[in-house]
């Protein structure tokens, strides 16, 4: 499977981004399992942010994202999508797209199979 995640930029402080990713390859993979977005800043961990179950029944956020932030899929396209809003500087990091190694995903790196190469958010304040 291959994640391409586009969609990060410079934006001001409030602003929004919306970042895609596209996946391609192993058939059926990416509508029977979770998706979901990590995110890591110069000299940290990489950190969950949101994931969806396969049928997007469920969702999970961390809690410096709750109320901002919305993740969502559409599995006819093979896209998974995160919507955020109101960004603050501390937003700022390389986020990265990945695919679940089961349907319903958790917040370990460990539990996704396949990433994304990652696209660069910037927040000017």
């Known amino acids: 499977v291959q994640l391409q995640a586009s969609g990060g930029g410079l934006v001001q402080a409030g602003g929004s981004l919306r970042l895609s990713c596209a996946a391609s390859?192993?058939?059926?993979?990416?509508?029977?399992?979770?998706m979901g977005w990590f995110r890591q800043a110069p000299g940290k961990e990489r950190e969950f942010v949101a994931s969806i179950s396969y049928n997007s029944g469920s969702t999970s956020y961390a809690d410096s994202v709750k109320g901002r932030f919305t993740i969502s899929r559409d599995n006819a396209k093979n896209t998974v999508y995160l919507q955020m809003n109101s960004l603050k500087a501390e937003d700022a990091a390389v986020y990265y797209c990945?695919?679940?190694?089961?349907?319903?995903?958790?917040?370990?790196?460990?539990?996704?199979?396949?990433w994304g190469q990652g696209t660069q958010v910037t927040v000017s304040s």
């Open positions: 390859g192993r058939g059926r993979l990416f509508s029977n399992n979770a």
């Open positions: 990945a695919a679940a190694r089961k349907s319903y995903g958790g917040t370990y790196t460990g539990d996704y199979a396949y």
